[in-house]
């Protein structure tokens, strides 16, 4: 493994250079924070390499200004941006920054502990391996034993290594879903989680503390690098084997036909070799996509959420005439899944879809199974449809709402640790939780359980659509539409901020001739029933979000961006599917339901 140390990163330039530089970047058109950041590095310990990059950019005052006009934020869920050189990129002085305030935040708070330890891993991305050796020598030269992954692994596995090893802290280098030119840095705490309050914001505030790459603390701690690989993965995998809830199907009918993509990413380190665990003989990885590659050459962005991400899967599916489709992104923490309808078209399944088909399958083969006592739960998000609460409510599980962020979903678990038994959890944006033993959204106990089912449902003579419909029969057809908004600059930005304050003050009596029944205010953390009056106190962190919910059963949900001059309108209705050939009649009346809402709200 390679060693950074400050020789190799903190090339210095010559007095005669810097001022020479200093000297262009007055005379640029751009902002005085980015002259200033540009003078720094130009002037700092950064390598030379580095400050030539610099150099060359001056002839795009532009780019130069991106670049540098201010720090890439780290924010509750870490670092996210473009790679490149500057301090608004994603490169090894960010990851080196960062990474060291971390260290300073964690050492705050354990004062007392002999040996802090973190657990490191990384995606597919270009530069991701580079980011998490940087992290692994800032951490370890910081004192701490570190376990670094022998190469890339799914983020849930980082999140299985955080609490198998103990560690005090996590960094999975990887930017999702994200295009190409991303790259990113997520933050987790010692129950495998996230940085859910108090931790993420006191992150944040050390990392802004750390001004220069001198700062850091780079070499000198090699020796507490220890590589971790396959004796884990038969550890995590073994963990993800016991969710099964129906081994002899599987054996039954072990030659489902399975088509799967992991878009160039870590899923292909473990999910095919899992399913072949579970003793599925038929899984077709589409080999296009099967080369880990950063630039993902065979679809414009890697994420399954998105048709021409899948179109090679389902083609390959059409091909061999398969049972189910499913990808994971990149850091195989997201699952998209595709199904064959009665008149052999292939449909793409929402992130609704899929975790109510889940919610279903898992809580029916708990109750066959006698394994409910009652004291049981389940989780999603605020914004997630209304059906995988209607399920779990139906069979006596407790149901769970938390903010927007999967991270929730892991504090949750952590609150009522030892008190209550956590089934499953997942939210609308394609990420699932089987089981806790990880405390993140995991592609891998989610692909297994996805062809779990397509066994189970041929079982039945049925396919995975035939299982989704008789969901929709039984428990009512629901279907979720989703608006963005996007108002440009501090204009915009003022004016969605009134699009709420006005909902606030001046609620809607009716949508789309519909009466409200209930309106849920996440910044006064207050539900207030309009029937009766009464207000109930919600148990959440405080968020600016509201949502409306209808007589008739509709919700919508208004949640602005906190980052940008955009707001959110999530929508969700709900008909009557009476019979399995009226599916595209119902969905059709569903969707003008969802357009005639957004026309009486005046959002089109």
């Keep these: 493994m390679r060693s950074y140390n400050k020789k190799t990163l903190f090339e210095l330039c010559n007095k005669k250079t810097k001022t020479h530089y200093t000297m262009d970047i007055n005379t640029l058109n751009i902002d005085e924070s980015a002259k200033l950041n540009v003078k720094s590095w130009l002037e700092g310990e950064y390598d030379e390499a580095t400050k030539q990059a610099i150099r060359d950019m001056m002839s795009n005052p532009n780019e130069l200004n991106e670049s540098f006009y201010r720090h890439l934020e780290f924010g509750t869920g870490g670092l996210r941006g473009i790679m490149g050189v500057g301090t608004n990129r994603m490169n090894k002085y960010t990851v080196a920054m960062a990474t060291q305030g971390l260290a300073n935040y964690v050492k705050k708070v354990n004062p007392n502990e002999k040996e802090l330890r973190a657990a490191i891993s990384h995606d597919s991305r270009n530069h991701s391996r580079e980011f998490a050796e940087i992290t692994a020598n800032v951490l370890a030269a910081n004192g701490f034993k570190v376990y670094l992954f022998d190469g890339m692994r799914p983020t849930p596995e980082l999140s299985f290594a955080v609490r198998h090893f103990n560690c005090h802290t996590g960094v999975m280098l990887t930017a999702s879903h994200n295009p190409k030119e991303y790259n990113g840095y997520k ?54 084997e016991k969710n099964a809830l129906n081994p002899e199907v599987i054996k039954k009918h072990h030659d489902v036909k399975i088509v799967y993509t992991p878009l160039h990413g870590t899923g292909i380190v473990l999910i095919p070799r899992m399913l072949k665990q579970l003793g599925f003989t038929n899984v077709n990885v589409v080999e296009a996509q099967a080369v880990p590659d950063g630039n993902f050459p065979t679809t414009p962005s890697p994420n399954p959420e998105e048709k021409p991400a899948m179109k090679m899967a389902v083609d390959l599916a059409k091909e061999i005439d398969a049972d189910i489709v499913f990808a994971s992104d990149p850091d195989a923490d997201r699952v998209g899944v595709a199904v064959k309808r009665p008149d052999g078209e292939w449909m793409l399944l929402n992130g609704n879809q899929t975790m109510s088909v889940l919610f279903y399958y898992i809580v029916k083969q708990w109750q066959e199974k006698q394994l409910l006592t009652g004291n049981e739960y389940m989780v999603k998000t605020i914004v997630t449809s209304e059906l995988p609460a209607d399920i779990a409510t139906r069979a006596g599980i407790k149901i769970y709402d938390v903010l927007t962020g999967f991270k929730f979903i892991g504090a949750k678990i952590k609150e ?183 026309r009486s709200m005046n959002l089109c």
Aim: proline share 3%; aromatic share 10%; net charge negative.
């Design 187 to 240: 933050a987790y705490w010692s129950d495998g989680c996230q940085l859910t309050a108090p931790h993420d914001t006191a992150v944040i505030d050390e990392v802004l503390k750390i001004k220069s790459v001198s700062d850091v603390k780079m070499s000198g701690g090699e020796k507490n690098i220890i590589t971790i690989g396959e004796e884990l993965d038969k550890i995590y995998l073994a963990r993800v």
């Design 416 to 598: 009522l640790e030892g008190i209550e038994t956590f089934i499953a959890g997942g939210e609308e944006s394609y990420g699932y939780m089987i089981g806790d033993f990880v405390r993140d959204k995991d592609a891998v106990a989610a692909c297994s359980m996805i062809a779990e089912i397509a066994a189970w449902a041929l079982e039945q003579g049925k396919t995975f659509f035939d299982v989704l419909v008789d969901i929709y029969r039984q428990y009512g057809f629901y279907k979720e539409g989703l608006l963005s908004v996007v108002r440009k600059g501090k204009s915009g930005a003022e004016e969605i901020q009134q699009m709420m304050r006005d909902y606030r003050n001046n609620p809607p009596a009716e949508i789309d001739g519909e009466k409200v029944i209930c309106i849920k205010d996440y910044q006064v953390l207050e539900s207030k029933d309009l029937v009766s009056g009464k207000v109930t106190k919600i148990n959440l962190p405080k968020s600016n979000v509201l949502q409306f919910f209808t007589d008739k059963g509709n919700k919508i949900t208004v949640r602005p961006s906190g980052t940008e001059p955009k707001i959110k309108f999530y929508f969700g209705v709900k008909g009557e599917l009476c019979c399995p050939e009226c599916f595209d009649k119902t969905n059709d009346e569903l969707d003008a339901k969802i357009e005639s809402i957004k």
